[in-house]
């Protein structure tokens, strides 16, 4: 059973930072992070596979970084530059079985673990 939760979310003001954990248990092959605003569906920001690598939105690319901490079994996003349309409702997702960044952004929602979320509010 794959467990996880979210922390680092809050209010900041346009072109500000914030910097959000994940703290996971079980079996966590591939990890990603969504974010889902109000009215709107729930879409992929950024993925990390097995191998390290990574896949971003394109509206966040050059903004956002996703690393992880094996030792820690930590998943992370670093959010540079925001702007008050990233604001959303963030959770870390975690798939139990291969597959790449890439493909994880689109992924069908079944196939992952969610924690709870973490609320990101950007004001201009």
């Known amino acids: 059973q794959v467990q996880l939760q979210e922390s680092g979310g809050g209010s900041v003001q346009s072109g500000g930072s914030l910097k959000l954990s994940c703290a996971a248990s079980g079996d966590t092959r591939c990890m990603a992070w969504f974010r889902q605003a109000p009215g709107k569906e729930r879409e992929g920001v950024a993925a990390?596979?097995?191998?390290?690598?990574?896949s971003y939105a394109d509206s966040v690319k050059g903004r956002f970084t996703i690393s992880q901490d094996n030792a820690k079994n930590t998943l992370y996003l670093q959010m540079n530059s925001l702007k008050p349309e990233d604001t959303a409702m963030y959770y870390c997702?975690?798939?139990?079985?291969?597959?790449?960044?890439?493909?994880?952004?689109?992924?069908?929602?079944?196939?992952?673990?969610w924690g709870q979320g973490t609320q990101v509010t950007v004001s201009s």
């Open positions: 997702a975690a798939a139990p079985l291969r597959m790449t960044a890439i493909q994880a952004l689109g992924a069908p929602p079944k196939l992952f673990y």
């Open positions: 990390i596979d097995s191998d390290g690598s990574t």
